[in-house]
T-cell receptor, first 110, second 116 residues
């Protein structure tokens, strides 16, 4: 089976940096996805990690440690529009179905 | 390029009625997925089409749910008869297919279903 844990809520200040953690247990590892979801909208693809290390994409970076079953999403220079839920997801072993965490609701305050 | 679209955006029905949700994937995407999020829970997989064939329907909750993808383009998900516990947001996603390591799923905005 697969299990994903992430914090339920986080609050951070505009202009700051925030790190959203995700731990996972999976029977076969095929990478890890991060999605952003604004209320009432579609989850939007942010990043995919399959190898250990940090992947940087502008203000957003994602890190993976396969040995620790751990990933984080790093958001820099926070903007009010970054207030959203951030979803961690892993594909199944030999399967394309994604298993999601419950998501972390990030609130960015002035 | 148009994204994944879903119709309707909201549906309110009574217990025992039938509802049909529609998903139009990104043009050229062979893979189509249905997911569901019930209140307070995580998004959960329902099923996966490759073109018109059901590749994986292990997440379908019971036989009141029927998904089709005739012609390998758009898909429908019918719930008949609807029960209270079917309330939630139904998401559709599509992807190009190919290697599992490079296959990114793109999601639609979802259909919010409320069963009264």
């Amino acid at each position: 089976g697969q299990n994903i844990d992430q914090p339920t809520e986080m609050t951070a200040t505009e202009g700051a940096i925030v790190q959203i953690n995700c731990t996972y247990q999976t029977s076969g590892f095929n990478g890890l996805f991060w999605y952003q979801q604004h209320a009432g909208e579609a989850p939007t693809f942010l990043s995919y990690n399959v190898l250990d290390g940090l992947e940087e994409k502008g203000r957003f970076s994602s890190f993976l440690s396969r040995s620790k079953g751990y990933s984080y999403l790093l958001l820099k220079e926070l903007q009010m529009k970054d207030s959203a839920s951030y979803l961690c997801a892993v594909p199944g072993a030999g399967s394309y179905q994604l298993t999601f965490g419950k998501g972390t609701k990030l609130s960015v305050i002035p | 390029e148009a994204g994944v679209t879903q119709f309707p955006s909201h549906s309110v029905i009574e217990k025992g009625q039938t509802v049909t949700l529609r998903c139009d994937p990104i043009s050229g995407h062979d893979n189509l997925y249905w997911y569901r999020r019930v209140m307070g829970k995580e998004i959960k997989f329902l099923l996966h089409f490759v073109k018109e064939s059901k590749q994986d329907e292990s997440g379908m909750p019971n036989n009141r749910f029927l998904a089709e993808r005739t012609g390998g383009t758009y898909s429908t998900l019918k719930v008949q008869p609807a029960e209270l516990e079917d309330s939630g947001v139904y998401f559709c996603a599509s992807s190009q297919g190919g290697s599992i390591f490079t296959d990114t799923q793109y999601f639609g905005p979802g259909t919010r279903l409320t069963v009264l």
